[in-house]
């Protein structure tokens, strides 16, 4: 019999503090999930070794997929380029994803890891664009379908 459906989830959506700031989130329907197993999480920046907590960083120069293709990096407050830890985090994450056969993949919105419809734009003025982060882009060219957190509360408390 087929199993339930496995998510992959931000960890910082799950309650653990790996945000840059060292802050998480915590949402019962996502704790629930945890607790039938139907989840793995992960967080792109500590998989690649980055600390917490740690500056924060935006893309500068384009989108995930930028970055993916070499034409954008990724540089953190201090203007240390930090793109090949964001990298690094991108293929760890879809590693996890292929090897957990997960079915849906729920980000945090606005990350330059995992921003799905929104990042910062690369000045940390806190102006958002239209784009997604570095792992989102590599885990949608392989075919998984990502969302974010607000997308994944409506997808499971759809109203009418």
Do not use: W
């Not at 910082?12 to 607790?35: F, H």
């Not at 500590?46 to 970055?67: F, Q």
């Not at 806190?126 to 379908?145: C, D, E, I, P, Y």
Request: proline share 4%; glycine share 8%.
């Amino acid at each position: 019999t087929l199993g339930a459906t496995m998510y992959l989830i931000s960890a910082c959506l799950a309650g653990q503090p790996v945000r840059y700031d060292g802050k998480s989130y915590v949402y019962e329907q996502i704790q629930q999930l945890i607790q039938l197993k139907q989840v793995i999480t992960a967080c792109p920046e500590v998989l690649a070794g980055l600390p917490i907590p740690r500056k924060p960083a935006e893309i500068a120069g384009g989108t995930g997929e930028d970055v993916l293709a070499g034409r954008a990096q990724v540089i953190d407050l201090d203007g240390v380029d930090v793109t090949q830890a964001f990298l690094e985090g991108a293929y760890k994450t879809l590693t996890l994803a292929q090897q957990h056969h997960v079915s849906t993949v729920v980000l945090k919105e606005n990350s330059p890891s995992c921003g799905s419809r929104f990042i910062y734009d690369g000045t940390f003025s806190n102006q958002k664009v239209s784009a997604m982060g570095v792992t989102t882009a590599l885990l949608r060219q392989h075919g998984f379908n990502v969302i974010s957190e607000a997308a994944f509360f409506e997808l499971l408390n759809p109203s009418d």
